[in-house]
């Protein structure tokens, strides 16, 4: 995030130095899934969500505009229906978004090559939202 000290984030001891941290990443064990972790969500702990119908972060150019990402909470599950525990052995793990861990809407927008423009709407549905509401963050790469 803009001003926030890059990677290792402000100030001495560095102590939650990843509340300025974004990213929009496909998920790392179903790489169908899109994932948007947060530093910090609604201002306070950091926070990792599913995005329901993404934008592909790949495709998103300086001229797309704003992209809307509906954020779930979710879990992994095996072939055979049954949640993963993340420990036994399986092949090929899902993530499903769980509909009743709605969390609310983001919105990006490139504004350059290496800018980007973000802003949180907890409990929020994208479709009520028509733009920017003026809290937005710059992050820069």
Request: with cysteine; aromatic share 12%; net charge negative.
């Amino acid at each position: 995030m803009r001003d926030s000290g890059g990677y290792s984030g402000p100030g001495e001891g560095r102590e939650g130095y990843w509340s300025g941290h974004l990213a929009i990443a496909p998920e790392y064990i179903d790489n169908t899934a899109i994932i948007v972790s947060f530093g910090s969500w609604k201002g306070g702990e950091a926070k990792q969500f599913a995005a329901k119908n993404p934008v592909d972060p790949a495709t998103v150019e300086v001229t797309s505009g704003v992209a809307k990402y509906e954020l779930y909470g979710y879990r992994h599950y095996k072939s055979d229906g049954q949640m993963w525990d993340s420990m036994a052995l399986t092949h090929d793990p899902k993530l499903k978004i769980n509909e009743n861990e709605f969390a609310g809407c983001v919105l990006f927008q490139l504004a350059g090559t290496r800018e980007l423009t973000m802003e949180q709407f907890a409990n929020q549905r994208c479709a009520s939202l028509t733009g920017f509401g003026g809290k937005e963050k710059i992050y820069e790469r």
